[in-house]
């Protein structure tokens, strides 16, 4: 499976950025989004159900970002709003086969394929 992650960029603080990930055989797949800022250890961030009925967040992003994923585009989205300095990392989107359409994932060795990352940077 091929993913690729694009729409990262360069935001002030509490401004907002989309990024997408299209994916081949989207139907297929649970998504994930991690990011890794420089130092630190790759983290969660947001989690998509393959059936879109689930979708679970790292804390410190709950109600600031929202993962969508459109089947007719194969496309999942990661929405981030009030964007904060300690948002600035490499994003990544994930992929895994799910039997079960409704569970998310939320351990980077539970993902199979990732795309090749997107750098978003916060200023103030």
């Known amino acids: 499976v091929q993913l690729q992650a694009s729409g990262g960029g360069l935001a002030q603080v509490g401004g907002s950025l989309r990024l997408s990930c299209s994916v081949s055989?989207?139907?297929?797949?649970?998504m994930g989004w991690f990011r890794q800022a420089p130092g630190f250890e790759r983290e969660f961030v947001a989690a998509?159900?393959?059936?879109?009925?689930?979708?679970s967040y790292k804390d410190s992003v709950k109600g600031r970002f929202t993962i969508i994923r459109d089947e007719a585009k194969s496309t999942v989205y990661l929405q981030m709003d009030s964007l904060k300095p300690e948002d600035t990392a490499v994003y990544y989107c994930?992929?895994?086969?799910?039997?079960?359409?409704?569970?998310?994932?939320?351990?980077?060795?539970?993902?199979?394929?990732w795309g090749q990352g997107t750098q978003v940077t916060v200023s103030s």
């Open positions: 055989r989207f139907s297929n797949y649970a």
């Open positions: 994930a992929s895994r086969v799910s039997f079960d359409g409704d569970t998310t994932y939320h351990e980077a060795e539970e993902y199979r394929s």
């Open positions: 998509i159900s393959r059936k879109g009925t689930n979708t």
